[in-house]
């Protein structure tokens, strides 16, 4: 069993659309991290969330924290093909040491 | 960020042999993570290496397995031991070098196909 699920598994959206993926669990997390990965390469970190209800935003994604630090979402706004990859959520969970358990992934496809 | 350099970065084996993956990081680090990933799906951490300790594996991960050495603070191996077609995957290593709140930095990954 996979301690965070992620939702939608698969999306492909046209250029231009608004899109949000979710990452969702039962456990309480220190901190939640989102990364991004793309064929061949390994998976590169977008942001860290350490505060339930935290929100950040980076140019066109935002990302919040849930207020009970069990979950977070992604919202990219106007999706352009570059941000076309795998969205991975990964949380520490608490009373655990710095290892960060990731998420089942959300494939994005943006068309043009 | 850390630089990590993973070795080799693909490769072909026979069923029944065993490959070591290469992980040198451009500076010290005290935790090292190694990783499983199957094409297009999320990761499975394998285990924690320390310098100069034995590793910590996850449940489902044994020491007989997936050997792992860290003989300093920049470098680490795993290996992939008496391999059998299940074990294809991607295998990635990684290192939190700035505290967790940075994140993880990781290596380009391993593709291995055992036949």
């Known amino acids: 069993t996979q301690l965070l699920e992620q939702s939608p598994q698969f999306l492909s959206i046209q250029e231009g659309e608004n899109l949000t993926v979710y990452c969702n669990s039962s456990?309480?997390?220190?901190?939640l991290q989102w990364y991004r990965q793309e064929p061949g390469e390994g998976p590169v970190l977008l942001v860290t969330v350490v505060t339930g209800g935290e929100v950040k935003k980076l140019k066109r994604l935002t990302f919040q924290f849930g207020d009970a630090r069990k979950d977070s979402s992604l919202h990219i706004t106007a999706a352009q093909p570059g941000d076309t990859g795998l969205y991975l959520c990964a949380g520490n969970p608490t009373n655990t040491g710095n290892q960060f358990y990731f998420g089942t992934g959300t494939s994005l496809t943006v068309i043009p | 960020s850390a630089v990590i350099s993973q070795k080799p970065s693909r490769d072909i084996c026979q069923r029944g042999t065993s490959l070591t993956i290469q992980c040198q990081v451009d500076s010290q680090v005290t935790m090292m993570f190694w990783y499983r990933q199957q094409p297009g799906q999320s990761l499975t951490l394998i285990a924690t290496?320390?310098?100069?300790?034995?590793?910590?594996?996850e449940s489902g991960f044994v020491i007989d397995k997936f050997p792992i050495s860290r003989p300093n603070l920049t470098f680490s191996t795993l290996t992939v031991s008496n391999m059998s077609p299940e074990d294809s995957s991607i295998y990635l290593c990684s290192v939190d070098r700035r505290g967790w709140t940075r994140g993880y930095t990781f290596g380009s990954g391993t593709r291995l196909t055992v036949v």
């Open positions: 290496a320390n310098q100069g300790s034995e590793a910590t594996y």
């Open positions: 456990s309480v997390f220190s901190s």
